[in-house]
């Protein structure tokens, strides 16, 4: 990211710069795709542990894996390749680097596209609700999938050093900013 670009980069995602500034700080990389010399996409890589807001959990890449997150297309923007175009260059720079695997979620149909034109492979499906500050949380094997990759995914996303169940589980929300 070139120097004094988080401001422009935070004001596209509409979070907080501090928020912004400690993500680089904690090793995690921001890739853009620009329009015009305007920032239109950008998307996410961590090697480290990074939480998954959507399903209120953590996930944890093993040795040479990373996890692809917060990817998104500026509205104006969509339906032009942007997305596809993010994963894609996020995956390549991985490889380069001797990444072995990458985990990347999707919660729309669109991106579940791409994503699956870039090559990756679905091994579980989520489905969550909230209500009334609780959360409620399906988790299943996706159908066809690597029974080797189901167990690595439930592996990445252990809670308390115990893979991630399959079935439902409620619990508390819980709020994190990251």
Request: proline share 4%; with cysteine; charged share 25%.
């Amino acid at each position: 990211m070139a120097p004094g670009g988080t401001s422009e980069i935070a004001s596209v995602m509409q979070i907080d710069g501090d928020i912004l500034e400690a993500r680089i700080a904690r090793g995690c990389r921001c890739f853009v795709a620009r329009a015009d010399d305007e920032v239109v996409a950008f998307g996410w890589l961590a090697t480290r542990t990074e939480w998954i807001g959507e399903l209120e959990l953590e996930i944890t890449p093993g040795e040479r894996e990373a996890y692809i997150w917060n990817c998104a297309t500026h509205p104006d923007h969509r339906r032009q390749g942007f997305f596809r175009a993010i994963v894609n260059g996020i995956a390549a720079q991985a490889r380069r680097e001797g990444l072995s695997r990458l985990w990347i979620g999707t919660i729309d149909i669109p991106p579940a596209k791409a994503v699956a034109d870039v090559g990756f492979v679905p091994a579980l499906r989520f489905t969550t609700v909230w209500h009334a500050g609780i959360r409620w949380l399906r988790v299943r094997r996706a159908e066809p999938s690597d029974i080797d990759l189901q167990t690595a995914a439930r592996q990445v996303m252990a809670i308390r050093g115990r893979p991630l169940r399959i079935g439902t589980s409620m619990k508390r929300a819980v709020q994190r900013h990251h």
